[in-house]
Nanobody, 118 residues
């Protein structure tokens, strides 16, 4: 059974950085496109970034473009989200998801909280 476990969240001051990690276990990691979404209190979950199975293609939400970088290490079954120049509005619960490149249901982790203080 595939499991996604996020880590790296925490409290950081505005302008600071965080590196989120998501480790995937149970199946072949390289068969999944991966991504990050986030949900702030009182708001709907929103897309943040995605990366295809090989790492050759990435996509970002406009709100984080230029400040966030998604990457993956297929040898470590891990996807990362490096976020710089953080803003208080980046405060949210961040979720990792796995999207089977061959089709099928997305899989989600339980999330990690990132809080940016002003």
């Amino acid at each position: 059974q595939v499991q996604l476990v996020e880590s790296g969240g925490g409290l950081v001051q505005a302008g600071g950085s965080l590196r989120l990690s998501c480790v995937v276990s149970g199946r072949t990691f390289s068969s999944y496109d991966m991504g990050w979404s986030r949900q702030a209190p009182g708001k709907e979950r929103e897309f943040v970034a995605s990366i295809n199975w090989s790492g050759s293609s990435t996509d970002y939400a406009y709100s984080v473009k230029g400040r966030c970088t998604i990457s993956r290490d297929n040898a470590k079954n891990t996807v990362y989200l490096q976020s710089n120049s953080l803003k208080p509005e980046d405060t949210a619960f961040y979720y990792c998801y796995a999207d089977p490149a061959a089709g099928g249901a997305e899989l989600w982790g339980k999330g990690t909280q990132a809080t940016v203080s002003s």
